[in-house]
């Protein structure tokens, strides 16, 4: 059965640590269980200061048998940013802009960009899948939609992993493509009515909200609106227009990334969760660290529990264990 991880973004103590809270142990430089395995939900790199050990635990893993892994947006954007634009000389598919580059310039730095390992860390992120379909659950880094997942079969291969002349297409912003698999790596954003837009903490006015798409139960655009707390009375109580949203249809859990939680961990709802507990967030000024890498220790269960999440800190202490 499976133990699936959440983001870790170059935090390699705290997943040693997880790792073995849940009797994991390591030979021979692979971490490995005698009786379960792991899945990890994708956003390895960026952010935190040990992304190249964190790839080797979890690549040496994945490569022996004792894990499985879906991509996360972070390891798509690597791709696009190593990959050379073949339409535009010297562009590359994620632009080289001061913006994306803050945003890897951990990573770059750590794996000595335009290095070999760096090369052969691109190579191994390729063979990543964008989902997974397994007997009894899903996995996938933001958001399960069957219509992205369809778009995206024309441009994976069986194993749903990108084909190697689909990258251009899916990096081309308003292509059918970039736009589910937008949906797949970072979530469900849907517009505002007709005339409504809001201003967020930057000041940029925006017509668009990230959605709670998990949440079957929400009948108006702030319901299903994913924003900061001061921002929501700003989102209408409006009904969310007809085909905006896609139910869950509720036939098997799946287990998502990315969302940057920081409650209690706990199921989004029986058949969801999230395993994203911020563990490379910033440290708060004030108040509590409530900073977690988190797990959920699947065991076959149509039904998920709290009972079964378990997370460390930091420090690698464990903390809201069963
Ligand atoms: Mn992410």
């Not at 998502?256 to 708060?284: F, M, Q, R, V």
Request: hydrophobic residues 40%; aromatic residues 10%.
């Amino acid at each position: 059965m499976y133990d699936l991880i959440g983001d870790i973004h170059g935090h390699a103590a705290p997943l040693k640590a997880l790792l073995k809270a849940m009797d994991y142990f390591e030979q021979d430089g692979v971490w490995q269980h005698l009786e379960r395995t792991v899945i990890f939900l994708g956003d390895f790199v960026d952010r935190g200061p040990e992304q190249l050990e964190v790839i080797r635990i979890a690549r040496s893993m994945v490569e022996h048998g004792h894990a499985q892994a879906v991509m996360g947006n972070h390891e798509f954007n690597a791709v696009a940013w190593a990959t050379p634009n073949a339409e535009i000389e010297g562009e590359y598919l994620r632009i080289h802009s001061d913006k994306n580059h803050n945003q890897h310039v951990e990573f770059l730095t750590q794996v000595n960009a335009d290095s070999e390992l760096h090369e052969e860390i691109i190579a191994w992120f390729k063979t990543l899948p964008l989902y997974l379909d397994l007997e009894g659950l899903r996995v996938v880094h933001a958001c399960w939609q069957p219509a992205s997942l369809q778009e995206l079969k024309h441009h994976t291969d069986d194993k749903n992993c990108i084909l190697p002349e689909a990258w251009a297409e899916l990096t081309r912003k308003g292509s059918a493509g970039f736009e589910a698999l937008e949906i797949v790596l970072k979530g469900l954003e849907i517009p505002l009515p007709e005339g409504v837009d809001f201003a967020d903490k930057d000041g940029h006015r925006r017509q668009h909200i990230r959605t709670k798409w998990w949440d079957s139960k929400a009948v108006t655009y702030r319901d299903i609106a994913m924003v900061p707390l001061e921002i929501i009375e700003l989102i209408p109580h409006e009904p969310i227009s007809d085909g905006l949203l896609s139910s869950y249809a509720n036939d098997k859990p799946v287990f998502l990334g990315h969302y940057w939680l920081n409650t209690d961990p706990a199921p989004l709802n029986e058949y969801i969760a999230c395993l994203d507990y911020s563990i490379a967030a910033k440290p708060p000024k004030n108040g509590i660290d409530n900073r977690k890498l988190c797990a959920y220790r699947w065991s076959g269960e149509q039904l998920l529990c709290t009972e079964n999440f378990i997370s460390v800190n930091h420090q690698g202490d464990i903390v809201n264990a069963r």
